[in-house]
């Protein structure tokens, strides 16, 4: 989905658009920022949603996701014995102690990226561009084919 964005210029993302988000800027700013929100609370880091240029384009965020992604990976890589099931208390963007199992965590995460997916594909329609499947076997398929 992210190599699709790619295409998106500035005044792309910056197109009024309907949604949660008012454009695709709103819209991606949303969903990279949770992503790196959550894999920094992972870490035990200082965790705030982060700021993105107003400048950015569609190869940018793809980008960005690019690092997220890598951070996501080296978490989950290193996770031993009850790492994925343990639980993680944290501040939330409320100032609120909240804690809750990591697997639950980690469905949420994949939940909001699954409802996004679905946001981000009919936003490359509405910009008039091809939308890749967000249809979860196929992607398993294409990342197999892909590390053969």
Known sequence: MFAAL???STA???LKWGGSFGTGRGLLQHVLGAERLWVDRWNHKAASIPSYSPTLTGADFRDEWGRIKADQ??????ATGDALTRELTYTNIRGQVKTYHMDDILMHVVNHGTYHRGQI???LRDRGRTSPSTDMIL???TELAESR
């Open 6 to 8: 790619a295409e998106l």
């Open 73 to 78: 990976e080296l978490f989950v890589e290193a």
């Open 139 to 141: 992607y398993y398929e």
């Open 121 to 123: 594909s009919q936003l």
């Open 12 to 14: 792309d993302l910056d």
